[in-house]
């Protein structure tokens, strides 16, 4: 099985933010890290494999060379594949032409992925409007909010709570799900391993 999790990365909270010059914030200077969501598909992933051993994980991440550092620190959790898609962040607020790239990338991978894993929210100041238009995009079942994520037979198993309720959801694979944080997936620390990762640039071209 091949599971394929959507990163975007933030900017890092702990550093004040300067205007650029036409009065914007500018976070193109300041470190990223992993938002929460980020984090807590990255985990559903890796729960995941701990439950069957031999599944593929890719990590895919939109940006420039900024990108790779963050990257790499997914590579502490043993990814099979880290690929940076090329892409201007200033321009993730256009969110059919990121979707589109992304889904392009997705589409490139070989093999196909089962399963795509994005946050609720994609990168800084995201509206969550994202991973929906992609499953618009990927032409199959989305399932958004998801806390949890299992395989059971042939099938995946969803489940997110609504208020008091919990809502369960089996679906069949290809399926792009929409996960947001809670205490359920927090992301586990990494552990040394001598396993290495190698990153690559996907040749998808910006749509603009």
């Given amino acids: 099985m091949h599971v394929l999790v959507l990163l975007a990365g933030i900017a890092d909270p702990k550093w004040p933010i300067a205007a650029g010059a036409d009065g914007a914030p500018d976070l193109a200077p300041l470190p990223r890290r992993l938002s929460p969501f980020d984090e807590a598909a990255l985990e559903t992933a890796l729960r995941l494999r701990d439950d069957a051993p031999d599944l593929r994980i890719t990590a895919l991440m939109p940006g420039g060379p900024e990108a790779d550092a963050l990257l790499r620190s997914a590579a502490a959790y043993r990814m099979d594949a880290l690929c940076r898609l090329p892409w201007d962040m200033q321009s993730a607020w256009d969110t059919p032409a990121l979707a589109r790239a992304l889904q392009a990338a997705r589409a490139a991978l070989d093999p196909a992925p089962e399963l795509t894993l994005i946050g609720r929210e994609f990168g800084d100041c995201d509206d969550g409007a994202l991973p929906a238009f992609l499953g ?44 947001t944080n809670s205490r359920s997936n927090r992301l586990r620390h990494p552990l040394l391993d001598r396993k290495s990762t190698r990153l690559n640039s996907s040749h998808s071209q910006q749509s603009r």
């Fill in 136 to 179: 618009e995009l990927c032409a199959c079942p989305y399932f958004g909010l998801a806390e949890q994520v299992s395989r059971e037979a042939d099938a995946f198993v969803l489940r997110r709570e609504r208020g008091p309720l919990e809502e369960v959801a089996q679906l069949h694979a290809p399926l792009l799900a929409g996960i």
